[in-house]
């Protein structure tokens, strides 16, 4: 992660607002299939090609972006979406208050030390974490040429179907907040001339961090190469892309200390003690569960629930703590397995609520 090149973008951020391409619609859809719910975090959203394709999708939208000048182009082109200052390693967002969070051609440019926690913080149990790139596809032979004439700095392995695969296989691997990613790739395309897209190009973060000379020679050579190429030197043509999309779920620590415990089960639990207690007292939340006698297994884990959100943190027992874990546990394995449809009055959702969850809330 060059810093050089993260903070490069601001002084060119008409640029990259006018040039860029937004995300294929597919790719979105897909990111998003396995979220709880509809909200959703855009970080390091740049100037809004994301952020729109979000709008236009029926999403509640919060964007985040660390550079002032591309939040102020963001603001300008979305001025009803919430945008706020912030990044990845520092979300002024609440705990557990998004379904999703989102990240187009930003998610490398992460501390993930840092930023997973933060990440896994203000997502909800079953939150979905994915990473959007736009890549040229190179299996196209005058895309491919370009590539070469370009150079590394221009178009890199992060930029191609087959590099982006093997460039982002490390990303999610090893954190404990995550589960396994899963990837995908999506038909893309944007119409371009040659000029419109040496712009493009002249926006990517290792031109915006050139030498004046080397940028000058290298837009040059790229000028010269669309120039000749049949498909490109005439009017407007289609510069094929993907959209290609990393996701994972947010898991929870497979061993958590006492503060994560407490932080975890307060996150995964939404329902006050009032709440539970009320609902426990009805046939529905009787009758949801795995019975062991004539008390589901679930009822009887609500009922110890409500005696732990009405103790105070200093008199919770090492039992108190254990059972937390245990509910945790069983909220993040439950969510996984939403069914399709309407839930709110599904076996499913009861016997999440007897957990302290409420999936609708």
Same mark, same amino acid.
């Given at each position: 992660?060059?810093?050089?090149?993260?903070?490069? !973008?601001?002084?060119?951020?008409?640029?990259?607002?006018?040039?860029?391409?937004?995300?294929?619609?597919?790719?979105?859809?897909?990111?998003?299939?396995?979220? %709880?719910?509809?909200?959703?975090?855009?970080?390091?959203?740049?100037?809004?090609?994301?952020?729109? *394709?979000?709008?236009?999708?029926?999403?509640?939208?919060?964007?985040?972006?660390?550079?002032?000048?591309?939040?102020?182009?963001?603001?300008?082109?979305?001025?009803?979406?919430?945008?706020?200052?912030?990044?990845?390693?520092?979300?002024?967002?609440?705990?557990?208050?998004?379904?999703?969070?989102?990240?187009?051609?930003?998610?490398?440019? !992460?501390?993930?030390?840092?930023?997973?926690?933060?990440?896994?913080?203000?997502?909800?149990?079953?939150?979905?974490?994915?990473?959007?790139?736009?890549?040229?596809?190179?299996?196209?032979?005058?895309?491919?040429?370009?590539?070469?004439?370009?150079?590394?700095?221009?178009?890199?392995?992060?930029?191609?179907?087959?590099?982006?695969?093997?460039?982002? #296989?490390? /990303?999610?691997?090893?954190?404990?907040?995550?589960?396994?990613?899963?990837?995908?790739?999506? %038909?893309?395309?944007?119409?371009?001339?040659?000029? #419109?897209?040496?712009?493009?190009?002249?926006?990517?973060?290792?031109?915006?961090?050139?030498?004046?000379?080397?940028?000058?020679?290298?837009?040059?050579? /790229?000028?010269? !190469?669309?120039?000749?190429?049949?498909?490109?030197?005439?009017?407007? !043509?289609?510069? %094929?892309?993907?959209?290609?999309?990393?996701?994972?779920?947010?898991?929870?620590?497979?061993?958590?200390?006492?503060?994560?415990?407490?932080?975890?089960?307060?996150?995964?639990?939404?329902?006050?003690?009032?709440?539970?207690?009320?609902?426990?007292? *009805?046939?529905?939340?009787?009758?949801?569960?795995?019975?062991?006698?004539?008390?589901? /297994?679930?009822?009887? #884990?609500?009922?110890?629930?409500?005696? /732990?959100?009405?103790?105070?943190?200093?008199?919770?027992?090492?039992?108190?703590?254990?059972?937390?874990?245990?509910?945790?546990?069983?909220?993040?394995?439950?969510?996984?397995?939403?069914?399709?449809?309407?839930?709110?009055? *599904?076996?499913?959702?009861? #016997?999440?609520?007897?957990?302290?969850?409420?999936?609708?809330?």
């Amino acid at each position: 992660m060059d810093p050089d090149e993260r903070l490069s !973008f601001g002084a060119e951020a008409a640029a990259y607002a006018a040039h860029r391409p937004d995300y294929a619609a597919a790719a979105v859809r897909w990111a998003l299939g396995p979220a %709880p719910g509809p909200r959703v975090l855009d970080l390091g959203a740049g100037t809004g090609k994301l952020t729109a *394709t979000l709008v236009e999708h029926g999403f509640g939208v919060t964007a985040v972006e660390p550079d002032p000048a591309m939040l102020a182009e963001l603001r300008r082109s979305q001025p009803h979406v919430r945008a706020r200052p912030g990044s990845a390693e520092a979300v002024p967002l609440p705990d557990a208050s998004v379904d999703a969070v989102l990240a187009g051609n930003a998610l490398h440019w !992460f501390d993930p030390a840092v930023a997973g926690p933060e990440i896994a913080r203000v997502l909800a149990p079953g939150g979905v974490l994915a990473g959007l790139w736009n890549v040229v596809d190179d299996r196209v032979g005058w895309v491919a040429g370009l590539a070469r004439v370009a150079g590394p700095a221009v178009i890199g392995p992060r930029d191609t179907p087959g590099g982006w695969r093997a460039v982002t #296989s490390e /990303i999610l691997r090893g954190t404990t907040w995550f589960g396994s990613p899963e990837r995908a790739g999506f %038909p893309h395309r944007q119409r371009r001339t040659a000029a #419109s897209l040496v712009a493009t190009l002249g926006t990517r973060a290792g031109m915006l961090v050139m030498p004046p000379r080397e940028r000058a020679d290298t837009l040059g050579r /790229i000028r010269a !190469f669309l120039a000749q190429e049949p498909e490109t030197a005439d009017g407007e !043509f289609t510069l %094929p892309m993907l959209t290609c999309v990393l996701r994972a779920r947010r898991g929870y620590p497979s061993r958590m200390d006492d503060e994560e415990t407490r932080r975890e089960f307060g996150t995964s639990v939404n329902m006050t003690a009032r709440q539970l207690d009320d609902w426990l007292g *009805t046939d529905e939340s009787k009758a949801a569960g795995q019975h062991e006698d004539s008390e589901s /297994i679930g009822h009887k #884990s609500g009922r110890r629930i409500v005696e /732990i959100l009405r103790k105070k943190k200093d008199d919770l027992s090492e039992d108190d703590l254990a059972h937390m874990r245990k509910v945790v546990g069983y909220v993040h394995r439950h969510l996984a397995q939403r069914p399709s449809g309407d839930v709110e009055d *599904t076996t499913w959702r009861h #016997s999440l609520m007897n957990w302290g969850h409420d999936p609708l809330k």
